[in-house]
């Protein structure tokens, strides 16, 4: 079992930055990836940035140069650090672990972007 809860959301205007963690504990030692997904009203969950467990990273495209995920392996958290937030952004944003046979997800946490 492996145990995600995220921090770090909130409202910020257009330009702003926010940096979002996710706390992970229990059976971390199998985790192969760590993402950060997003779900906006009315849209399906996408993908936004992972990291392997050997430190390669993948953005999708509307995030690339603004959006960084990194992961501090002492205070087992990965952080999304987000600069130039638009309003486009504005979701619930979501913390999933890959382990061999599934996944775990965390509750998530709204980011709101306000123009």
């Known amino acids: 079992q492996v145990q995600l809860v995220e921090s770090g959301g909130g409202l910020v205007q257009a330009g702003e930055s926010l940096r979002l963690a996710c706390a992970v504990s229990?059976?971390?030692?199998?985790?192969?990836?760590m993402a950060w997904y997003r779900q906006a009203p009315g849209k399906q969950r996408e993908s936004v940035a992972a990291i392997t467990s050997g430190g390669t990273t993948n953005y999708v495209n509307s995030v690339k140069g603004r959006f960084t995920i990194s992961r501090d392996g002492a205070k087992n958290t990965v952080y999304l650090q987000m600069n130039s937030l638009k309003p486009e952004d504005t979701a619930v944003y979501y913390c999933?672990?890959?382990?061999?046979?599934?996944?775990?997800w965390g509750q998530g946490t709204q980011v709101t972007v306000s123009s």
């Open positions: 229990g059976s971390i030692f199998g985790i192969n990836t």
């Open positions: 999933a672990a890959t382990v061999p046979g599934g996944m775990y």
